[in-house]
Nanobody, 124 residues
Framework: QVQLVESGGESVQPGGSLRLVCVGN????????IGWFRQAPGKEREEVSC????????DYLDSVKGRFTISRNNGRRAAYLQMNNLQIEDTAVYYC?????????????????WGQGTQVTVSS
């Protein structure tokens, strides 16, 4: 497990952009695949994007393809989620998660390290 801290969530209007940041406070993230998940009230937690530890593979939820971009900078102990053209349906608490696996997985159970979450609210 690693300790993760997310930041960057705000209230924005539709069409706006945000960049979420996930930092490994006490440990570097070199050995971990990183996933971004989100959960809206009354809905299941879903994976938004994932990036493998060697950046061989990136995955995106179909509804965010072309709008969101995942990246990482191991030297900064950080991972990022750039979110453009945000829509009302993107409103959720966003979580950063890590797994020692070298593969991405859409399953919450595959990840054993989680941040506290950061709220993204998109409203007009």
């Amino acid at each position: 497990q690693v300790q993760l801290v997310e930041s960057g969530g705000e209230s924005v209007q539709p069409g706006g952009s945000l960049r979420l940041v996930c930092v490994g406070n006490l440990s570097d993230l070199t050995g971990y695949t990183i996933g971004w998940f989100r959960q809206a009230p009354g809905k299941e937690r879903e994976e938004v994007s994932c990036i493998t530890r060697r950046e061989i593979i990136t995955d995106y939820l179909d509804s965010v393809k072309g709008r969101f971009t995942i990246s990482r900078n191991n030297g900064r102990r950080a991972a990022y989620l750039q979110m453009n053209n945000l829509q009302i349906e993107d409103t959720a608490v966003y979580y950063c998660a890590a797994t020692s696996s070298w593969q991405c997985s859409p399953d919450v159970s595959a990840f054993d390290s989680w941040g506290q979450g950061t709220q993204v609210t998109v409203s007009s």
